[in-house]
């Protein structure tokens, strides 16, 4: 009895001493697989737009840190069954493909991009997006980092697939959100990182409309 005990309590110590080590790489694995389950092409038309209707908080000063506690937190959470998807982006040169949820909730910008204003519209002014900058270089909108002038940068909302092309790229304080301000009445896209606990820095990548499509005549976001 005492030998089973002994080696119960030196497999708990295993699997504690192996999550300690590899939280990082659990919560990646986690965002990654969660953030799949919400891609737009999974939802109907009337799933986005019930909602577009739901309250949701704006705040970007408010926005934490991703750490391996609110990853799990998160996971165990129903409210993660319930995120409100409203669209999708795709960067296909750097390998963004992304939920887009409305407002700026922790547990949105775990899986994907945040809208920053209840009010903006595809298509129309300064659509601005938020996520995290991870240490995994292919995790939500870490490849910014990589995004070069001239890229194309797609949005949809199951309706259309709106084509930007990339104009500006630039690495600021994190308390510069200038950007955002920035050319209200040209359409445009704005896609921001939050602040993260190891840099006081943020990349702003800007770009121009080119073009709107319907999605049936595009394969950007085929299921």
């Not at 990082?24 to 986690?30: D, G, M, N």
């Not at 739901?54 to 998160?74: G, H, I, Y």
């Not at 939500?140 to 002038?149: G, K, Q």
Request: with cysteine; net charge negative.
């Amino acid at each position: 009895m005492k030998k089973w005990l002994f080696r119960f309590l030196l497999f708990i110590v295993l699997v504690v001493g192996l999550v300690l080590v590899f939280n990082k790489q659990i919560s990646y694995y986690l965002m990654q697989e969660t953030s799949e389950g919400y891609q737009v092409v999974k939802m109907t038309p009337e799933e986005v737009e019930e909602n577009e209707q739901r309250e949701e908080t704006f705040e970007l000063d408010q926005v934490d840190p991703v750490r391996a506690e609110t990853v799990a937190k998160s996971q165990l959470s129903k409210q993660k069954n319930n995120l409100p998807v409203i669209a999708g982006i795709a960067v296909p040169s750097v390998g963004i493909d992304l939920p887009i949820f409305k407002g700026l909730a922790n547990e949105n910008l775990l899986y994907g991009a945040g809208t920053l204003t209840p009010d903006q519209k595809m298509g129309e002014g300064n659509y601005a997006l938020a996520s995290h900058r991870m240490n995994d270089p292919e995790l939500l909108f870490t490849p910014l980092e990589r995004v070069s002038i001239g890229d194309h940068i797609y949005l949809t909302d199951l309706e259309n697939v709106y084509t930007y092309k990339t104009t500006d790229k630039q690495t600021v304080d994190y308390t510069d959100t200038s950007a955002l301000e920035e050319d209200r009445d040209q359409a445009m896209v704005t896609l921001i990182t939050c602040e993260e606990m190891d840099s006081p820095k943020r990349i702003v990548v800007q770009g121009e409309l080119v073009d709107i499509q319907p999605i049936e005549e595009t394969t950007v976001f085929a299921a």
